[in-house]
């Protein structure tokens, strides 16, 4: 089993950064893959980013809504990923979550499905006013 616990988030005004963390604890050894998601009020969870963690380099892939102002990252020795948020907007409210799975492939950054992966943070709320 992995746990998941993230934090950072808050309230800022638009235009504003944030920056969240994931620490994974657990069986890490078996996840190949982290994601970031979010769901705003009366919405369905999304994703926003996406890595591979055993990837050299770092990289991603984003969801257009957020290219150029978020920028997921990892830190292997630490067993955290993070999630910079650049440049807010109103529409980036919502409870943002990190999730692993092992699942991956080749040449990919991830599954973008929510139901890909098989554990969860408790979330953290970002509030862009």
């Known amino acids: 089993h992995v746990q998941l616990v993230e934090s950072g988030g808050g309230s800022v005004q638009a235009g504003g950064s944030l920056r969240l963390f994931c620490a994974a604890s657990?069986?890490?050894?078996?996840?190949?893959?982290m994601g970031w998601f979010r769901q705003g009020p009366g919405q369905e969870r999304e994703a926003v980013a996406t890595?591979?963690?055993?990837?050299?380099?770092?990289?991603?892939w984003y969801t257009d809504s957020v290219k150029g102002r978020f920028t997921i990252s990892q830190d292997n020795t630490k067993n955290t990923v993070f999630l910079q948020m650049n440049s807010l907007k109103a529409e980036d409210t919502a409870m943002y979550y990190c999730?692993?799975?092992?699942?991956?492939?080749?040449?990919?950054?991830?599954?973008?499905?929510?139901?890909?992966?098989?554990?969860w943070g408790q979330g953290t709320q970002v509030t862009v006013s």
């Open positions: 890595t591979y963690v055993k990837a050299r380099g770092g990289g991603g």
């Open positions: 999730a692993t799975t092992r699942s991956w492939r080749y040449g990919s950054w991830g599954p973008l499905s929510s139901s890909a992966y098989n554990y």
């Open positions: 657990g069986s890490t050894y078996s996840m190949n893959c």
